[in-house]
């Protein structure tokens, strides 16, 4: 049967919808979002669900050892390497419906739209789920991706603990999905990834879509600043040595290098623990962490400087020490220009309005840019609001993203 042509092929954006609803149950939340870490039983029912969907479409299911799951869909021709779409589905402990899910849930709506039309593509197509991509419970981000590409080892990523001490291994094998395929081994023609801005910029100029050129530099930091626990009611406020204060400055001095060097510089302090924790006794040691991000590695590079400069100086007003250790360093990344060109033309073709964009979140197809040939889609989320209960979308921006994604995918495969 001649394969219809690409002007048949439309995905279904109700039945797009209706998965990303009901799979947002998986880990649901009252406030609407979605709470689904990485490796926990949340992660493996959705893993369950998506095995399930991909298998139906008659796709074969490849797992690697670090849990990263690539459906597989046969093309006419076994040789070439396949095109292939994703993301991830595991969550922030407050995400939301989209962050994510809407990368691989858009792509299952492509494999579905192709099943159903009967259309045979050249290269084989594959959708992948990554492992641990948003780094909240197993730090860093994007681990799958990561160990995927060759930046972290499998060891490395495996004795990675979360704040329980349970390391990524461990809840990988608890689940059940720690596969046997080498990771790299799966090589793709092209990478695309589909995914919400997570920033305020395709809302304000009323765009539909994103044309993501690279995704800005982002290092994460381990901060310990030790001074001396003493008595809260017997200590006068000339003889303390104060980590809670030295913090505070530091804290103040951090978001002010970030200020120095707008637009792009962000800094932010996600997780503070004051020790020992106790209502009546000055804080000994603050551990913290610190997340630097800019496009430009030098202007990066020089925030770590003054960042550095800052804690320890911070510390020592109040006769403390600080001890920084920097944990995850990912360069700035330029996605290759077939690729973008490919997503471009697409959102041409359907007379989507565009704007080239610099991804500001880190994303999987950051690590798969260096193994493949890469480009990302973007949509607008509400209020540019992501990591958050309420991040939102629409069920057309979705439709829009999806069907830009198949029209890229069918132009690339025809190439
Ligand atoms: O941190 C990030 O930008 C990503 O969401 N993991
Ligand atoms: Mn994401
Ligand atoms: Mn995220
Ligand atoms: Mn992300």
Redo the contacts with the bound molecule.
């Keep these: 049967m001649p394969s219809p042509t690409i002007g048949n092929l439309t995905i279904d954006s109700r039945r797009l919808w209706d998965m990303l609803m009901d799979t947002a149950k998986i880990g649901g939340t009252p406030k609407g979002g979605i709470k689904r870490l990485t490796l926990t039983d949340e992660d493996r029912q959705i893993r369950d669900w998506f095995k399930t969907e991909c298998e139906a479409l008659g796709c074969t299911i490849h797992i690697d050892t670090v849990g990263n799951m690539t459906a597989i869909r046969p093309g006419k021709d076994a040789s070439l390497k396949p095109i292939a779409m994703g993301s991830h589905l595991d969550t922030q402990p407050t995400g939301g419906k989209f ?1 994510g899910c809407l990368g691989v849930i858009g792509g299952l709506e492509v494999l579905k739209t192709l099943h159903q039309a009967g259309y045979e593509t050249n290269h084989p197509i594959a959708l992948v789920n990554w492992t641990d ?3 909240s419970r197993f730090s860093p ?2 681990v799958g991706s990561g160990v995927y590409a060759g930046t972290f080892t499998q060891a490395h990523a495996d004795a990675i603990k979360d704040r329980d001490g349970v390391t990524l291994g461990e809840a990988l094998d608890a689940i059940g999905y720690r596969g046997k395929v080498a990771p790299g081994s799966l090589e793709f023609a092209a990478y695309f990834e589909l995914h919400i801005e997570q920033g305020p910029i395709l809302e304000e100029e009323k765009l539909p879509i994103g044309v993501v050129k690279g995704v800005q530099g ?1 290092r994460w930091f381990n901060v310990s600043i030790t001074c001396r626990e003493s008595h809260a009611g017997t200590t006068p406020m000339p003889y303390r040595r104060d980590a809670l204060a030295a913090f505070a400055e530091a804290a103040v001095a951090l978001r002010q290098i970030a200020l120095d060097h707008a637009p792009y510089g962000l800094a932010t302090i996600g997780i503070v623990e004051a020790k020992p924790a106790s209502i009546n006794i000055i804080p000994g040691q603050i551990d913290f962490t610190l997340d630097l991000r800019h496009p430009d590695a030098s202007q990066l590079q020089t925030m770590k400087v003054k960042a550095l400069t800052v804690i320890e100086k911070a510390a020592e007003r109040h006769h403390g020490t600080a001890v920084v250790s920097e944990f995850w360093d990912s360069p700035p990344v330029v996605f290759d220009a077939g690729c973008v060109a490919a997503v471009k033309a697409a959102a041409d073709k359907l007379g989507l309005p565009t704007r080239d964009m610099v991804s500001g ?3 999987d197809a950051a690590y798969t840019a260096r193994v493949c040939p890469t480009a990302m889609i973007f949509v607008p989320c509400k209020d540019g609001l992501s ?1 958050n209960e309420e991040e939102s979308s629409t069920q057309d921006e979705c439709a829009n993203g999806t069907q830009v994604l198949l029209e890229a995918l069918i132009a690339y495969d025809a190439r």
């Design positions: 962050d991509e948003e780094g981000a994007m982002m979140a880190g994303h990591h």
